[in-house]
């Protein structure tokens, strides 16, 4: 099985999306980001419900309506439904900041 540490350029002019699994509800995918965040006054709107966990480095969100962001370190997650707009602010640029996405659709019952 392989790490998901492995296969990390050295390099990340752009952020990294790996593909990890795909069903007919979810796609599950690593995120490698080095300095990156989302482009001043864009915002993200997906489609379809988002979880994701923080694996290594930190990283700044801000959801809209939450004037104050959510800072993220290893172990920290966060779930954003569906058409929540929301934006990375930053990323370590040191580091890599290693995120594991759950894009799902239907909801979670907790």
């Given at each position: 099985m392989p790490n998901i540490y492995d296969q990390i350029p050295k390099e990340l002019p752009e952020e990294l999306f790996d593909e990890i699994a795909r069903?007919?509800?979810?796609?599950?995918?690593?995120?490698?980001?080095?300095?990156?965040?989302?482009?001043?006054?864009?915002?993200?709107d997906q489609d379809r419900d988002e979880w994701v966990i923080l694996l290594e480095g930190s990283a700044g969100i801000l959801v809209d309506g939450n004037a104050e962001?959510?800072?993220?370190?290893?172990?920290?997650?966060?779930?954003?439904?569906?058409?929540?707009?929301?934006?990375?602010?930053?990323?370590?640029?040191?580091?890599?900041t290693v995120w594991i996405a759950l894009h799902y659709q239907g909801g979670i019952d907790k």
């Open positions: 069903g007919g509800a979810f796609r599950l995918e690593r995120i490698v980001s080095k300095g990156h965040a989302t482009p001043e006054g864009e915002w993200c962001g959510v800072i993220l370190k290893p172990g920290d997650h966060l779930q954003i439904p569906a058409h929540v707009r929301h934006r990375v602010e930053w990323t370590e640029a040191n580091t890599e």
